[in-house]
């Protein structure tokens, strides 16, 4: 029986074939790049991040753990609520979101986290993280292993004291929830928010004035405990007052005096 000839279509689609398993191995090993690693003493961000207040030797220790960086897209959880408690994060740059899933299946979030600040410490207590962290821009981050971080604190008194630190902080945030959701109203609770925001974009050399939100109106009302008419509202009541200029998420605080002092005299 005589075999037919391919046709130049059928020639191409058996090249196609022949090169095709080389083709995808190379793509594999593209996929999966080495950890990047980075050393705290020469990041950007140490005067705001975990080696803020070290020197000298703590700084090199710290520098021995070579924490590995990841990339985290808009959308994605770093941890869940729930999740093994192996590591502290660093942000590096990009927001995150801390959500507790409610009983009723709805989220509430707990706290905004942007670069220099540190997450994953709702673990300690119990061995597993009692929040969720979602990234709400493309964001990097670094891991630092906790059993490696407490094993250095033993040999150094600075370091024990900047853990310390870090715990307490976590408690004032909490402290400082409490008394947003307990004795505030709705102008007041925005007006604390946005100047608290404010203040954590000037210690990163940006404008303390303008700056774009990464969060929704629905998750600054969730934090706040404000329904999202209410957030909008306020919004709009702070624009006539002459206090903020709002396009969508981008935020100019045109009296930043005003906005200061009408929440501080609430809150005397």
């Known amino acids: 029986m ?3 000839t391919p046709t130049p279509a059928e020639r191409t689609v058996t090249a196609t074939m022949q090169v095709l398993p080389r083709t995808l191995t190379v793509a594999r090993a593209d ?13 950007h961000l140490k005067d705001l991040c975990l080696p803020c207040g070290l020197t000298g030797s703590d700084v090199e220790r710290l520098d021995s753990l070579m924490f590995a960086r990841r990339r985290v897209k808009e959308g994605q959880a770093l941890y869940h609520e729930g999740e093994k408690f192996q590591f502290i994060y660093a942000v590096r740059s990009g927001t995150f979101k801390s959500v507790l899933t409610l009983k009723d299946g709805r989220e509430q979030v707990t706290g905004f986290q942007m670069a220099g600040e540190l997450m994953g410490l709702d673990g300690l207590a119990s061995g597993k993280h009692a929040s969720a962290a979602v990234a709400l821009e493309d964001a990097e981050i670094c891991a630092i292993p906790y059993s490696h971080l407490s094993e250095l604190a033993t040999v150094s008194p600075d370091l024990q004291h900047v853990i310390s630190r870090l715990m307490s902080r976590e408690i004032v945030r909490e402290h400082s929830l409490m008394m947003l959701l307990g ?30 939100l990464r969060m929704s109106r629905a998750e600054i009302g969730s934090y706040l405990g404000m329904k999202l008419e209410t957030v909008s509202r306020t919004f709009s009541a702070f624009q006539q007052q002459r206090l903020l200029e709002v396009d969508k998420k981008h935020v100019r605080i045109v009296d930043l005096d005003g906005l200061t002092h009408a929440f501080e005299m609430r809150v005397q």
């Open 2 to 4: 005589q075999t037919a």
């Open 31 to 43: 996929a999966a790049p080495a950890p990047i690693k980075t050393l705290c003493s020469t990041c």
């Open 183 to 212: 004795s505030m109203n709705a102008e007041e609770r925005l007006a604390a928010f946005l100047l608290n925001i404010s203040q954590r974009m000037k210690a990163r050399g940006y404008s303390a004035t303008e700056f774009h």
